[in-house]
């Protein structure tokens, strides 16, 4: 399974938000924040906190990427 969370980044530049803004307001460790950045699978309590924060759903910050397929190309 992967799991790629560059909507979420894309989303924070266009708001103008860093990375430490999103990690304090949604009181995300440190640790859970390098998972988020090597596209590691999260708790969903976290991501429903990062939505809350952002304003948005859980298909707007991550993707799921069937590795099956990219194989098959």
């Not at 860093?18 to 090597?38: F, G, Y």
Request: glycine share 2%.
């Amino acid at each position: 399974m992967a799991i790629s969370y560059n909507k979420m980044w894309k989303l924070l530049e266009d708001r103008k938000m860093s990375k430490a803004e999103l990690r304090k307001e949604a009181e995300i460790a440190p640790n859970t924040m390098t998972k988020l950045r090597r596209d590691e699978p999260v708790n969903l309590a976290i991501l429903g906190r990062i939505c809350r924060v952002l304003k948005c759903d859980y298909g707007d910050i991550m993707q799921y990427i069937n590795e099956a397929a990219e194989e098959e190309k």
